[in-house]
């Protein structure tokens, strides 16, 4: 049997700088029972320009301000992977640099995650792979073409832990946008387990990608979504994660194969809802039956509908009250 879906509550940089949001943020996936909580662990100078020079003069990048106003020190993800091992969730992150990969690997993660923005970054793909540990690369913004060479970079350092997770880079992404086809392209052309992030504001999209069989679901999440930041607007509060997580469990288990596919309750129902041969009036002993003698009617007899030619046309070998169900065994 398949395993679980790996549900991801995407927390990113959800927490701006404070180490107390970033443990609610965990114990807000612990309630919604996430099977991890994820982290980005961003070094903004490994990321960013701190200024961009325009033709004479430079100007302040004030994403890169932001970021580094917002960013925990490496040693906040050290406690919080240590909380996340107390409230028994796994940990993981999004990584950015080769800080952020070798942090990774000594926490002795789950997966290492690489978002869409690096699916061109050889080295970092690389770099994560040589840890021989299981990788998310996200593939936002890819051609198909740029997704097999980023494989191709990945399985050359000799590890196959791969799961590509579909995902459009737009926030929020309607429903039309999710193109939740492209799902069953990577599964069939690259054999790797596949996964969905989820940037749509419903869980509608979700339950279509569980429904196609992913392995990973990723969800971006917050405390609140008024407050100041990059990620918070298109995130779900704590009430709309718990049902998330909660609605790809229950189309996980609707898509569930069943044998055999009749269960216990729907045999009742069977009982009632089927029709039987009864006896259209009484039936005298020697009675050669023709149709007008029998009745197919609810509820399931011992005999079906499409049975009945087994007794046309034969005698019957005692007498047969009025509605009482006809059986092979007092035909002849």
């Keep these: ?107 002795d993660v789950d997966y290492i995650k690489i978002a869409s923005c690096d699916l061109n970054n050889s080295f970092l793909i690389k770099l994560a792979a040589d840890t021989g540990r299981t990788v998310i690369i996200s593939t936002g913004m890819a051609q198909l073409g740029e997704i097999e060479k980023a494989v191709q970079d990945f399985t050359s350092m000799g590890n196959n832990n791969l799961v590509l997770m579909h995902c459009i880079s737009v926030y ?65 509060e704590p009430n709309q994660m718990i049902h998330y997580v909660s609605d790809m469990r229950a189309c996980e288990e609707a898509c569930r194969s069943r044998f055999p596919k009749i269960q216990e309750n729907e045999t009742e129902v069977k009982k009632r809802a089927r029709r039987g041969l009864y006896a259209a009036h009484d039936l005298e002993v020697g009675r050669r039956l023709n149709e007008e003698d029998i009745l197919m009617v609810r509820p399931e007899g011992k005999l079906y509908p499409n049975e009945v030619e087994l007794i046309v046309g034969k005698k019957t070998l005692r007498k047969i009250n009025q509605y009482e169900p006809i059986s092979l065994g007092i035909v002849k």
């Excluded at 609610?24 to 996430?34: G, M, Q, R």
Aim: aromatic share 12%; with cysteine.
């Design 1 to 107: 049997m398949k395993q679980e879906i790996h549900i991801i509550a995407e927390a990113g940089s959800n927490h701006n700088g404070k180490i107390d949001t970033a443990m609610k943020l965990i114990d807000t996936a612990v309630l919604a029972k996430a099977n991890s909580v994820k982290f980005q662990i961003i070094h903004p100078e490994k990321l960013y320009l701190p200024k961009f020079f325009n033709e004479d003069r430079y100007i302040i990048n004030q994403v890169f301000n932001q970021r580094d106003q917002w960013k925990l020190p490496d040693e906040a993800y050290f406690e919080l992977a240590a909380y996340c091992k107390e409230k028994n969730i796994f940990f993981s992150a999004s990584v950015f640099d080769r800080r952020g990969v070798e942090m990774l690997d000594v926490l």
């Design 172 to 236: 929020p992404c309607t429903l039309s946008q999710t193109n939740l086809s492209f799902i069953d392209l990577l599964k069939n052309y690259f054999g790797f387990p596949v996964g969905f992030s989820d940037h749509s504001e419903t869980n509608l999209a979700g339950a279509i990608a569980v429904s196609k069989g992913v392995d990973y679901i990723e969800k971006h999440f917050t405390l609140n979504r008024d407050a100041e930041g990059f990620d918070h607007a298109y995130s779900m």
